[in-house]
């Protein structure tokens, strides 16, 4: 029996030395030396024990190389680890539709991508609208930047706010309604019907009492479900929506602390306001809005016009034309363009417009001097898309006597080596609102409804389970491997 079984064994040595290919490549004549029984059993041992873990790799397929699974394993878990990349701030304005992707490298954030999409909301409305906001966010932003980044999202309106709230220390328990009671104060519309997010900044004293200093952010709520089934129909669930002027603060607040400031004040021009937003000791003190911005100098330019070659129908596009390559020309310009209209008839049309502008400017900018004990902003910036116009920042500077900045929200990041930085350079100012949504990726406001803000959460959930089960296949493969 003895026998049978080691002739056995060696039969099995003989077959597994045959799959691995192991060949002598000289046959020596060998001494043969005797050997004991104890030794003949170890022999016979390991070679059954060989023979065994192969036959368990096979009934368990595990693979047999474990180095290359392993592997294979760990991109997996990179995959889930990473599987949201970067934070994509997207701006959707009264004329186009802008967006940036900030990733976070160490410690600075590299913006990887941005985009800039016009079209003609003026003319559109309702489901028309809507159907157009889809048709262009699809356009631009596909789907593998959808689902690798974080989305932040920016709402405006008239019913939309942010206010600087500074109100006594009081229980956590009652934080929130002392800070919504002092915020709905000159609201033009009712608190009941909006959400309402709020953020601490820190902590102040006035006369020796101790005070919360907060920033409060306020949007009806039937314009934040609005703009949420408008994303909700590209399965874009945002992880988190502010309001627009929020998004502007964010970025100014961000480049002052860069620069160094004290303080200063921000206006951002919009298409269709403009936004005044002071900051002093690193916080913000009053915000502004104005109803005036970009597309009210473009209707100030359409209708008819009387020219030395007859009267001039200006309609939308070539009033937007006008404006964009023309700008702000002088009042003694007398060039005669296209059609016979001279750079003093556009002058004429759109100054009343600017001149309101800067009456609105310069009221804001002497209540803040008066209302506030900081005095004069030390710099004053300028923002958005209505800045790129020729002579606009000349004349702006003439009419308010101060030295005039604009602002580049690119200082704050590095800049990927895809992009081209001179193109950059010249979109940076209309990006600010875009930058500020995705710039702040720690815990800032958020304006998702309660049932929406929700649905990030479970995703993660999701995320976190998935990683699980794969740390679960690895471990079990890794104790197979080691253990059979």
Known sequence: MYDDDKELATDRLLEVLRRDKVEPEVE????????SEEEEDAILSSNFEDKNRIEKKKKYNISENFVNYSTFLKQRLKKFATAKSGFIGLDIGSNNIKYVI????????????????????????????????INVLNLILDIDKRKSNYIISSVYGQNVAIKNVILPKVAKKELRDAIIWNAKKDLPFPVEDSLVDYKILGEISEKGVPKYNSIVAIAGEELIRSHLDILRSLEMIPF???????AIYNTFSSFVRKRGLKDGVIIDIGASATYMIFIADSHLQFVREIAIGGEDITQGLIGS?????????????????????????????????????SGSQIDSLIRPILE?????????????????????????????????????????SESLGKE?????????????????????????????????????????????????????????????????????????????????
Do not use: H, W
């Open 28 to 35: 020596e004549e060998e001494i043969s030396v005797p050997l």
């Open 404 to 484: 005039i900045n604009v602002l580049n929200p690119m200082e704050l990041v590095k800049i990927g080596d895809n992009l081209n930085k001179k193109d950059l350079e010249e979109a940076a100012p209309v990006l600010t609102v875009a930058f500020g949504t995705a710039i702040d990726t720690k815990e800032g406001l958020n304006l998702l409804p309660p049932d929406i803000k929700i649905l990030p959460l479970i995703a993660l959930q999701k995320r976190i389970f998935r990683l699980a089960l794969i740390f679960v296949i690895f471990a079990l493969t890794f104790f197979f491997n080691n253990c059979v």
């Open 356 to 396: 309101k502008l800067i009456i609105q400017i310069q009221r804001t900018l002497d209540y803040y001097r008066g209302k506030f004990q900081f005095g004069e902003p030390e710099k004053i910036y300028i923002s958005g898309g209505t800045v790129k116009l020729k002579r606009f920042t000349e004349f702006l």
């Open 240 to 246: 988190r929506v502010v309001v627009e002027p929020f």
């Open 305 to 341: 016009i009387p020219t030395n070659e007859g009267t001039l129908e200006i309609d939308r596009d070539y009033a937007e034309k006008l404006k964009c390559e023309i700008g702000i020309p002088e009042s003694d310009d007398f060039t005669l363009l296209k059609g016979g209209i």
């Open 102 to 133: 900030l990733n976070k490298s160490k410690k600075e954030m590299v913006l990887e991508d941005y985009g800039i999409y016009t079209y003609r909301r003026g003319e559109l409305a309702g489901e028309k609208l809507q159907e157009e906001i």
